[in-house]
């Protein structure tokens, strides 16, 4: 199993402002570098980790417990945060960490069904036991479905053409493994693009967001971590692609811009100031020394909020 790389992990631990007995909560364990991170910084404190996926746990406990026992891995989608935490009596916490990249293991894993450069059977549930696959999703979606989610979820310049052939192909057999739709979408678009960019990666990036129904899930999962931030809390979100990014900058400006009628005045009233302040008005992005040394990193963008009051 190739050793998966933490994108901006010090960016990202360091903007947490963890003390000693902070209560934090990783929304994205994976395998763990963010969450061994987190523990050997909150000695006295206590850290929730959630993952829906069996290895990434199994791989993860081992490494936590090397460090310490003040956590507890909770096998959940991150969109039942709240619930899943007040079944253990927490209502507030510290820092709330989410990293929205899949895995270098899951991606590597052949038979995850994640990647386009490997072949296994069309799959890339998050969870094994999730019922939607990508092979119900290729084999089972309408025209005009599949079109849908290439265009929002893939941002796919070739929507259509590539929708077009895959109901094609699949009536006269069904779609089974990824390099078998890998070699369908290579058929409806032109060889120039193919020559720039891997053809297959916008179609597959849009299935896997179908499949785990991911931009749903953070909207949900992201103004249930506002709520239980302390004050002077902190949510971190690393993100990978331009919708995701989207959904967490309109979510911060929502909570952090001021009124346009009051910003001006040397001192704002009370009741316009918000609960929330941009830790950092920009995104923060991976410095060279990293996109060297893990190419992967290079759509990474973190963004940072934290209660004020």
Known sequence: MEKHISVL?????????????SIVVDCTLGYGGHSSNILERIKKGYLFAFDQD????????????????????????????????AKRDVFKVDAIMFDLGVSSPQLDTAERGFSYHEDSLLDMR???EAKLSAYDVVNNYSKEELVRIFEDYGEAKFARNIASKI???????????????????KTAVPLKFRLNKHPAKQIFQAIRIEVNDELDV??????????????NGRL????????????????FK???????????LPEIPQEYLKDFKLVYNKAIVPSDKELEENPRSRSAKLRVIERIK
């Open 9 to 21: 992990l010090n960016e990202s631990i360091s903007s947490l402002n963890l003390k000693e007995n």
């Open 54 to 85: 069996s290895e990434a746990i199994r791989h993860s406990t081992g490494r936590l417990q090397s460090i310490g026992t003040n956590f507890t891995i909770i096998k959940s989608n991150f969109v039942n945060l709240e619930s899943e935490l």
């Open 126 to 128: 998050m969870d094994k």
């Open 167 to 185: 109901v094609a192909y699949r009536a006269t057999k069904k779609i089974e493994t990824t390099l078998e739709l890998v070699e369908i979408i």
């Open 218 to 231: 953070l909207e949900k999962a992201l103004r249930q971590a506002t709520k239980l931030l302390n004050v």
């Open 236 to 251: 971190a979100v690393i993100t990978f692609h331009s919708l995701e990014d989207r959904i967490v900058k309109n979510y």
């Open 254 to 264: 929502e909570l952090t811009e001021i009124d346009s009628k009051v910003k001006g």
